[in-house]
């Protein structure tokens, strides 16, 4: 399964670590990524979402269902 966040669309970034003595080797940012169950009341159901916890942030703010209809507006199936 891809490191991406269904809402915000996060992926892993390419870096690099960078020494003391400023030698550069390529590196990988994870975004921070979480599963979590949402209880649908509308639909009576529960859904498992891997989010960022920007999204979390988001849902909190927005509400689960106005999140879901933005996802099903951009083809996710959820």
């Given at each position: 399964?891809?490191?991406?966040?269904?809402?915000?669309?996060?992926?892993?970034?390419?870096?690099?670590?960078?020494?003391?003595?400023?030698?550069?080797?390529?590196?990988?940012f994870?975004?921070?990524?979480?599963?979590?169950?949402?209880?649908?009341?509308?639909e009576?159901?529960?859904?498992?979402?891997r989010?960022?916890?920007?999204?979390?942030?988001?849902?909190?703010?927005?509400?689960?269902?106005?999140?879901?209809?933005?996802?099903?507006a951009?083809?996710?199936?959820?």
């Open positions: 399964m891809a490191r991406v966040c269904v809402v915000t669309g996060k992926k892993p970034m390419v870096g690099n670590n960078v020494s003391h003595a400023n030698n550069r080797t390529k590196r990988r994870l975004p921070n990524l979480q599963y979590r169950r949402f209880w649908v009341e509308s009576n159901r529960w859904i498992r979402l989010l960022s916890t920007a999204a979390l942030r988001t849902i909190d703010k927005n509400g689960i269902d106005a999140v879901l209809v933005d996802l099903r951009n083809g996710v199936a959820v």
